[in-house]
């Protein structure tokens, strides 16, 4: 497994691995016969999406990736297959995360003219879109897909009769220009004082000779010691006997049936621009020097290990089918996004299209809420990734924390004046604060007790020890220290949470749970699992756990309800439950624990209820063992129509912007909690299991455990557990 520190730099973005990694890779791939995959990689079909229309507009686009570079395409009505193209380190110099570009694709004769046959497919165990278009006689066959390994993009056409293709670089972004009025909401976080925004236009190599290249350049930064300056980020197009018509254009030099073409992706920091063009001609050598055949047979093997390494499959009704479509769209749509230089963001990922929100229309760079990491919203994309093994997405999202570790222990000396680390709640990859979340926001630091849970699950998974020692004790011994210099003590020597607030709910509050909890789970953990903490930190840990306040509580109809708080002040500013952080994400509360109807009844007597975007209620509800009520949000959330998207799993906008990545991860993260939940060594089946459901699955859980199973009519036929001795560790409740 790739370790986080053995990712390229965010500044040269040869993605994933080194070349001989990628040469091992190729070698072993070319002995793998292209046949069909497994029998599980095979279900995965069945959620196959298909269209037999073409699209409006970009609206209409299906979303194919490999992990950094992401497509959006569609074929328009009676003309040509589009894509747009996105990469997750694609960065403005004002922080806003763009496209690479937008590329046609012509042929005569159009297989495309209205009234046509016309399928479009994405194939889910291959990673590509298929598209069959024309007249018995005259029918085109395209394949598009993105490397799973390598920055590539390909174009494959198949035709019953010679075409001639033309692929064309569309460009929008020509000149300078400033944002204005609603469009100002894609740079939100900036904050003022650097008005205006300006985006800068993107340019055209003229002296390429057989290749069409573009590529954007940040002559300029609003942060001038970020790795936003000289940032370069574009591409290169050729085709396998193709000419350069113009500065945009490749064609076909002579109509063939056979037509391929390949477009390179590449982001760096360049310093003169030379340096990008050199390094993107090397990379191109590098691409080229391993056989076409070769590069697709590792695309696919990929692709099959990713459907091979987990699975839920619900059926039994159009309930269930929307459910398991759902979640396995879900998580394609985080693989094609979720293994570059920087973490899937949570409004939009890599999949934006052009837009339009009342009066106003945007260009497919614009997203709301800007270019800013938003904890609250990104670890929601993160959880369910666990349960899922997809440990390699992971890893951006680490790395964009521990990267910047020094740099939260300066702004800590620099704004507390004491010791310790703490995040902004917003924060660019770069590690600089969102300006625009305001004075509010400096007293919610949470995140961090957060991001440590999750790097904690993460190892308990994993066994990494390496990012044990270097990513989780640093940052537990940091977080610690923070809280522990952060707040003084009351007269009974507990830690009073003064100045504090309660999430973005309450931003004023005394003792907020969200705190207490956190650090309850947190020194617990830190302590019972004997990290490798200085003495100093352990001695620090032990003392605190005595320090800690009582988590806030009140009898409410004669049952112990939790509370936001001991108190909150003020109106209230969002729509969080923070006294439902005690059942998710820290597991004090819930299934197989003592005082679950503590938890339940926190639960009825939430002020916010519902599912959609980051609400949490179904997750929470599921942890709970409360069946009914997580079977209705989860089911609900799946089924949720997309609104200005063809593409069944683009949800949104909601309060961010689309394709939403909160609201299909927390659906998913509901639906495997329903099905599997762990405990320290326990694994619990079925903790709140429909019993109508059947449901073929794997998963994985603590210790590197797997446990796949068949459940159908209201049976257990089958359980694996592996490795076979974690058997004993499993307990099996009742569906209901």
Not at 142 to 155: K, S, Y
Not at 300 to 321: C, I, L, P, T, Y
Not at 368 to 387: K, N, S, V
Not at 541 to 552: G, W
Request: glycine share 8%; with cysteine.
């Amino acid at each position: 497994m790739l370790f986080w520190n053995d990712l390229e730099s965010p500044d040269i973005i040869i993605i994933h691995k080194d070349n001989l990694t990628f040469r091992a890779l190729h070698i072993a791939a070319a002995a793998v016969a292209l046949a069909l995959p497994s029998a599980a990689q095979n279900a995965v079909d069945q959620f196959n999406v298909v269209w037999n229309s073409p699209s409006k507009d970009s609206s209409g686009s299906m979303p194919i990736g490999n992990g950094d570079i992401g497509l959006n395409v569609w074929v328009e009505e009676g003309g040509d297959l589009l894509f747009y193209i996105g990469k997750t380190d694609a960065w403005s110099e004002s922080a806003r995360l763009l496209k690479l570009g937008r590329v046609r694709v012509r042929f005569t004769p159009n297989p495309f003219s209205a009234g046509q046959p016309f399928r479009q497919t994405l194939q889910l165990s291959t990673g590509e879109i298929l598209i069959e278009a024309g007249k018995p006689g005259a029918k085109t066959k395209l394949r598009v897909w993105v490397d799973a390994n390598q920055p590539l993009i390909r174009l494959e056409s198949d035709s019953a009769q010679n075409t001639e293709m033309e692929v064309i670089y569309e460009r929008w972004r020509d000149q300078q220009r400033r944002l204005e009025g609603p469009e100002m909401s894609s740079a939100y976080g900036i904050g003022p004082g650097k008005d205006p925004i300006l985006v800068d236009g993107d340019a055209i190599q003229q002296d390429a000779e057989s290749r069409v290249v573009w590529y954007h350049r940040n002559t300029r930064s609003l942060w001038p010691d970020s790795t936003l300056l000289y940032r370069t980020f574009g591409a290169a197009m050729e085709g396998d006997g193709f000419s350069k018509i113009n500065q945009t254009t490749l064609r076909s030099t002579t109509p063939r049936k056979q037509q391929g073409v390949s477009i390179y992706a590449l982001t760096m920091t360049a310093d003169p621009i030379d340096q990008w063009f050199q390094e993107l001609g090397k990379m191109i050598g590098r691409v080229e020097a391993v056989k076409l055949s070769d590069r697709r047979s590792a695309h696919e093997k990929w692709w099959q290990d990713f459907w091979n390494r987990s699975w839920v499959q619900v059926s039994g009704g159009k309930e269930q089918k929307a459910v398991s479509s759902g979640y396995a769209l879900q998580r394609f749509v985080n693989a094609c996004g979720g293994r570059g230089a920087q973490p899937i963001k949570a409004n939009g990922s890599i999949f934006t299209v052009d837009a339009k929100e009342g009066e106003n229309s945007y260009d497919a760079d614009y997203r709301r809420r800007g270019g800013a990491y938003w904890f609250q919203q990104t670890r929601l994309i993160y959880w369910p990734m666990l349960a899922a093994g997809d440990f390699d997405l992971m890893e951006p999202f680490f790395k964009m924390y521990t990267a910047n570790r020094l740099l939260a222990e300066r702004r800590t000396r620099a704004d507390f004046h004491h010791e310790g680390l703490y995040f902004p709640e917003a924060m660019y990859f770069f590690g600089a604060g969102a300006n625009e979340t305001g004075r509010a926001k400096r007293r919610d630091f949470s995140n961090g007790l957060e991001l440590v849970s999750m790097m904690l699950n993460y190892h308990e998974y994993t066994q990494d020890k390496r990012f044990l020692r270097d990513a989780v004790v640093p940052a537990a011994e940091g977080v610690i220290a923070f809280y522990d210099k952060h707040y003084e003590r009351g007269p009974d020597g507990k830690i009073r949470f003064n100045p504090a607030q309660a999430l973005d709910t309450w931003h004023e509050a005394l003792n907020p749970l969200p705190e207490i909890a956190g650090l309850r789970w947190l020194l617990n953990e830190v302590l019972t699992q004997k990290l490798p903490l200085s003495k100093a930190a352990a001695t620090r840990a032990k003392r605190m756990q005595q320090e800690l306040p009582a988590l806030p509580v009140k009898q409410v109809d004669g049952k112990a309800v939790l509370q936001p708080a001991d108190q909150v002040f003020g109106e209230i500013k969002n729509s969080e439950n923070p006294e439902l952080y005690a059942v998710f994400p820290y597991r004090l509360y819930g299934v197989n624990k003592l005082n679950l109807e503590v938890g339940r009844s926190t639960f009825d007597a939430r002020k916010f209820k519902g599912t959609g975007g980051w609400a949490q209620d179904a997750i929470q509800a599921g942890f709970l063992g409360l069946t009914d009520t997580a079977r209705r949000l989860t089911a609900e959330s799946f089924a949720t129509p997309t609104k200005g998207s063809r593409f069944p799993a683009f949800w949104g906008p909601f309060l961010e912007w689309f394709p939403d990545q909160d609201h299909g991860s927390v659906a998913s993260m509901a639906l495997q909690t329903m099905l599997m939940q762990t405990d320290g060594t326990k694994i619990v089946l079925f903790p709140a299991w429909p019993k109508d459901w059947n449901v073929e699955f794997k998963l994985h859980a603590p210790l590197n455990t797997t446990v796949e199973g068949v459940f159908k009519a209201g049976k257990l036929e089958r359980l694996t557990v592996t490795p076979e001795k974690r058997s004993a560790d499993v307990i099996r409740m009742n569906p209901e």
